[in-house]
């Protein structure tokens, strides 16, 4: 847990940043507001959390998963988000997937090179020696 209230707050960078991609350009922000808005988007995650938390209770279990976000958010009344929420982690895990396969494959084909090399054969020398066998026959 965090040892003070300060410690649960968005960095402020992140939040600067999104503020400045959600308005027209030319407009301004002061410093104070921007805290404000840090300190508030901080206070709308821990409740949400919380909620989700409370959601994940009820149903005997101690992990909150995005079913619970999800209907967290409509009891609060922001339903309509969560269809695009859904879309946008949709995504994501697919992206994640995907990235898992290109790494489980590339490892997987790291370390057939490594065994070919290891054994002085490659898939070449296997497929001749199948050949062999049978002529041999």
């Known amino acids: 847990m965090a040892e003070c209230l300060d410690d649960l707050n968005l960095p402020t960078t992140i939040i600067a940043r999104l503020i400045k991609d959600a308005l027209p350009q030319g407009v301004s922000v002061t410093a104070e507001a921007k805290a404000a808005i840090a300190r508030a988007a901080s206070v709308f995650v821990l409740y949400l959390t ?30 309509e988000f969560v269809a695009p929420l859904q879309d946008v982690f ?13 790494k489980r494959d590339s490892t997987s084909a790291g370390r ?26």
């Not at 995504?91 to 290109?102: E, G, H, V």
């Open 90 to 102: 949709e995504r994501y895990k697919q992206a994640q997937s995907t990235k898992k396969n290109l």
């Open 50 to 79: 919380n909620m989700s938390n409370t959601l994940a209770r009820q149903n005997s279990r101690k992990r909150i998963i995005p079913k619970d976000i999800f209907d967290s958010l409509c009891e609060v009344d922001f339903s």
């Open 112 to 137: 057939d090179a490594e065994n070919d090399e290891e054994d002085g054969t490659d898939e070449n020398d296997n497929d001749q020696s199948a050949h062999d066998r049978s002529d041999n026959q």
